[in-house]
C-alpha cells in the first residue's frame, strides 16, 4: 500500500510538467494594406499559388512540387533569397471570393501549427484591402523555448514576412498603373 501512495505521489507530481510540455499557445499576426488599384487588378498580381516570388521579395523561388496549382492539396517549396526552403499546402482557394488558405509543413521559420489566409477585397475610392493573418505556435514548444524559437520570434519573423510581402504588392500594384 505505501509502494503505491508513492507511485501515485510521484505520477501526481509529473501531471504539471506533462501539461506544461508542448503547452505553447497559439499565436496570431494579422498584417493589413490599402492600395490603390481595384480588387480585380491586386487578386490578379496574388492569385498564383505557384508564383511568390513574383510579388514577395523575400522568395527568390517557388515551386509546385504535388497536386495542381491553385487546387486544394497543392504543394509548393519556396527557395528564400537565403536559401532557405519552406514547405506549404494550399488548403482552400477562391478566385471567386479573392482568397486562399494555406499551412507550412516544413521549414525554416521558427513556427510551428501554421496557418495563413490571404484575401483581397475592395473598398471604397477605388482601394483595395489585402489582409494576411495567421495563426501558430512557435517552433519550440517547451516550457522553455531555445533563444530565436520563442513566442517573441515567431511573432517578429511572422509580421516581417507579412509586411514586407504586403508592402511590395502596394508598390507593384500602384506602380503599374
Not at 499565436?27 to 494594406?33: C, I, S
Not at 480588387?39 to 492569385?47: C, F, G, P, T, Y
Not at 488548403?91 to 510551428?112: A, D, E, F, Q, R
Request: glycine share 10%; net charge positive.
Amino acid at each position: 500500500m505505501k509502494n503505491y501512495a508513492l507511485a501515485l505521489l510521484a505520477f501526481s507530481l509529473s501531471l504539471p510538467m506533462v501539461a506544461s510540455a508542448g503547452a505553447a499557445k497559439t499565436l496570431q499576426v494579422e498584417e493589413k494594406v490599402e492600395i490603390k488599384a481595384p480588387a480585380s487588378e491586386v487578386w490578379a498580381k496574388l492569385n498564383n499559388f505557384g508564383d511568390l516570388g513574383a510579388w514577395h521579395p523575400g522568395v527568390a523561388k517557388t515551386e509546385i512540387t504535388a497536386g495542381k496549382n491553385n487546387q486544394r492539396g497543392a504543394v509548393r517549396v519556396l527557395t528564400l533569397g537565403s536559401g532557405g526552403k519552406i514547405t506549404e499546402k494550399l488548403t482552400t482557394y477562391s478566385s471567386k471570393k479573392m482568397t486562399y488558405t494555406y499551412t507550412i509543413t516544413n521549414g525554416v521559420l521558427p513556427v510551428s501549427s501554421y496557418k495563413s489566409r490571404i484575401s483581397v477585397a475592395s473598398g471604397s475610392n477605388g482601394m483595395t484591402t489585402v489582409v494576411w493573418k495567421g495563426s501558430f505556435k512557435r517552433k519550440d514548444t517547451s516550457a522553455k523555448p531555445k533563444q530565436g524559437q520563442d513566442d517573441k520570434a515567431a511573432m517578429d519573423t511572422v509580421r516581417s514576412v507579412y509586411r514586407g510581402g504586403l508592402d511590395n504588392l502596394k508598390k507593384i500594384a500602384e506602380g503599374a498603373k
